[in-house]
T-cell receptor
């Protein structure tokens, strides 16, 4: 089955700096890669996703890049703010409503003032 | 749009009792719902995939007789933890995907504490 690795496990940045979180996946059939943000005790919230037919997607301060050949994808957050502090999870799926997500181990991001 | 609710948000029960958790998609129909368990400071671990009108598909190592799943309609799936024990204490979260879409939307989770 699919295996998703995520690094780093913790990341501390100064407010205004950029943060990058990286994930690798094992199943070449995976074609859907969402990123979720989870605050303590809350539900995971989808922040951005990318499908395998594109290499990059951007939404304001958040961007995701995908390298299908190397089987890795990354989350980029620019101009970080204290409210960006949370746990971020990457995931991979072969797509479709009935296809399960395999999650990475999570990255605790702390944005310091 | 794409709101998923979960009830109850928090439950405390005695060892040996059963607990039912409901997951509802409020503004869309979901042929597939997923049930996850999350221990403190860990990732989401998929327990089972719930399909409307058919038996759930359980992940390896998850006891289907202990974690009963019913997906009776396109907007409701239930997870029943039978004969709960303290080691079942965890954060249980459901997600739902609309028909023929990739995106999964998560419920707010249920904090289960078994005494």
């Amino acid at each position: 089955g699919e295996n998703v690795e995520q690094h780093p496990s913790t990341l501390s940045v100064q407010e205004g700096d950029s943060a990058v979180i990286k994930c690798t996946y094992s199943d070449s059939a995976s074609n859907y890669f969402p990123w979720y943000k989870q605050e303590l005790g809350k539900r995971p919230q989808l922040i951005i996703d990318i499908r395998s037919n594109v290499g990059e997607k951007k939404d304001q301060r958040i961007a995701v890049t995908l390298n299908k050949t190397a089987k890795h994808f990354s989350l980029h957050i620019t101009e970080t703010q204290p409210e960006d502090s949370a746990v971020y999870f990457c995931a991979a799926s072969t797509g479709g409503g009935g296809n399960k997500l395999t999650f990475g181990t999570g990255t605790q991001l702390k944005v310091e003032l | 749009g794409a709101v998923v609710s979960q009830h109850p948000s928090r439950v405390i029960c005695k060892s040996g009792t059963s607990v039912k958790i409901e997951c509802r998609s409020l503004d869309f129909q979901a042929t597939t719902m997923f049930w996850y368990r999350q221990f403190p400071k860990q990732s989401l671990m998929l327990m089972a995939t719930s399909n409307e009108g058919s038996k759930a598909t359980y992940e390896q190592g998850v006891e289907k007789d202990k974690f009963l799943i019913n997906h009776a309609s396109l907007t409701l799936s239930t997870l029943t933890v039978t004969s709960a024990h303290p080691e079942d204490s965890s954060f249980y979260i459901c997600s739902a995907a609309a028909v023929n879409t990739d995106t999964q939307y998560f419920g707010p989770g249920t904090r289960l504490t078994v005494l």
